[in-house]
C-alpha cells in the first residue's frame, strides 16, 4: 500500500512549527526570516526523513512560472538536433527547468500543432527549428510566449535568432574540394529553409573561388531524407552520362543517400571527390575520404541557454541574430 504524499502541513505539524516556517525553510528562506539553526535543521531533517518533494504546481502557482521549456525540432532522428537538445537539456535541468521535446517531422502544418500543444502546457518559452517559409505565424505566439529561432532563421527577424555561419564553411570546403576539377554537383535540400539558401550561396562562391563554372544544370534539390540524397544522386548520372567528379551535400542524411546509391552501383572510391555539410565520426573510419562541415552543437546549446535566460529575465530583450563559426574536417 502505498504511502501518503506528504504536505507543508504535516511537516508542519511533525516540527510542531507553523506551515509558513516549513515553507520559508524549504525554499532557502530561513536566515532571511530569522528562523534559529535547530528549527531548520528539524525541517530539513522531517522533510528528508518522509522523501518530501515539493509540487511543481504550488511552484508554478508562486512564481507564474512552469519551469518548462518547449524545443520544436525538424527531425528527432538528425545528430545535430539531438546533440543539441542532449546539451541543452543538462544546462537547463541544472538550472532547475524540464525541457519538453517536440518534433515537426519538417511539416508546417504539424509545427504548427505541436506549438500550440506546448503553448495549451503554458511552456516558458518556445525554442524553434521553423519548416515554416516566414516568422509570420509566430508574431501572435509570442504575445503569451517568448520566441528564439535557431538553426532555421530568418531575415530582418522580429526574433533573437542562434544560426550557423553556413556560407563561410561551405565556401572554403567546395574552394578546396573543386581544386584541380572542372565541376562539382550540389545535392540540396528545401530552398525556403535559410540553411539551403545559405549552403548553396557558399557553394556558388566556393566554386567561383576556385575558377569552376556555376550551372544550375548542375543543382538538384527536394528535402532532406536520405531516399532524397539517393533519388538526386541517380538523376544527376543520368543527366550527365557519367559519374560526376565531385559532390557537395547539403546534408550528412543526403550524403547517406549518395553514398548508398554509389555503393549499389559499384562506383564507391576514391575517384569521385565527396564534401558534405554536417560531420560524423564514422567519416574518419571509412575507406573513402570525405570533407566535412561540423556544426558546433554544443556552443549551439550554449547560447541558447545563455538567450533564453536573457529573454525570461527581460521580455523585451532586443532581437539580434547569434552567428555561431562551423569547423571544417579536410580529408583528402
Known amino acids: 500500500m502505498s504511502q501518503k504524499k506528504l504536505k507543508l502541513a504535516d511537516i508542519a505539524a511533525l516540527a510542531g512549527v507553523s506551515k509558513s516556517t516549513v515553507s520559508f525553510v524549504l525554499n532557502g528562506h530561513a536566515e532571511k526570516h530569522r528562523i534559529n539553526q535547530a528549527t531548520v535543521e528539524k525541517v530539513q531533517r522531517i522533510a528528508k526523513q518522509h522523501h518530501y518533494t515539493p509540487s511543481v504546481y ?12 518547449g524545443l520544436v525540432i525538424p527531425d528527432l532522428a538528425n545528430m545535430g538536433f539531438a546533440n543539441t537538445a542532449k546539451a541543452l537539456e543538462k544546462l537547463l535541468r541544472e538550472s532547475g527547468y524540464q525541457l519538453l521535446i517536440a518534433c515537426s517531422n519538417d511539416d508546417q502544418e504539424l ?15 518556445l525554442l524553434v527549428a521553423s519548416a515554416l ?28 535568432n542562434v544560426k ?15 581544386q584541380g576539377a572542372d565541376e562539382c554537383i550540389y545535392i540540396g535540400g528545401q530552398w525556403l529553409l535559410s540553411p539551403s539558401q545559405e549552403r548553396l550561396e557558399g557553394y556558388q562562391a566556393g566554386l567561383e573561388q576556385a575558377g569552376v563554372a556555376f550551372s544550375d544544370t548542375i543543382v538538384f534539390s527536394r528535402d532532406y531524407q536520405p531516399q532524397s540524397g539517393y533519388d538526386l544522386m541517380a538523376e544527376a548520372v543520368v543527366q550527365l552520362g557519367r559519374l560526376p567528379q565531385a559532390v557537395f551535400t547539403a546534408s550528412y542524411s543526403l ?3 549518395v553514398l548508398r546509391y554509389l555503393s549499389e552501383q559499384q ?21 573513402i575520404k570525405i570533407d566535412s562541415i561540423e556544426q558546433d552543437n554544443e556552443a549551439m546549446a550554449e547560447a541558447l541557454f545563455r538567450l533564453s535566460n536573457q529573454l525570461l529575465e527581460n521580455p523585451q530583450y532586443e532581437p539580434e541574430t547569434v552567428e555561431l563559426r562551423a569547423n571544417i574536417h579536410f580529408r583528402r
Open 111 to 125: 509545427e504548427k500543432q505541436v506549438v500550440k500543444g506546448l503553448i495549451e502546457r503554458q511552456v516558458d518559452l
Open 133 to 160: 517559409p516566414s516568422e509570420e505565424f509566430y508574431y501572435s505566439v509570442k504575445s503569451s510566449t517568448p520566441v528564439i529561432f535557431f538553426d532555421r532563421t530568418f531575415h530582418r527577424s522580429q526574433f533573437i
Open 255 to 257: 550524403l547517406e543517400g
Open 58 to 69: 504550488a511552484r508554478a502557482l508562486k512564481s507564474n512560472k512552469t519551469y518548462t521549456i
Open 164 to 178: 550557423t555561419d553556413a556560407y563561410t564553411a561551405t565556401k572554403e570546403l567546395v574552394a578546396r574540394m573543386v
Open 267 to 287: 562506383l564507391l572510391n576514391d575517384v569521385i571527390r565527396l564534401g558534405t555539410f554536417d560531420n560524423y565520426a564514422i567519416l574518419d573510419c571509412l575507406p
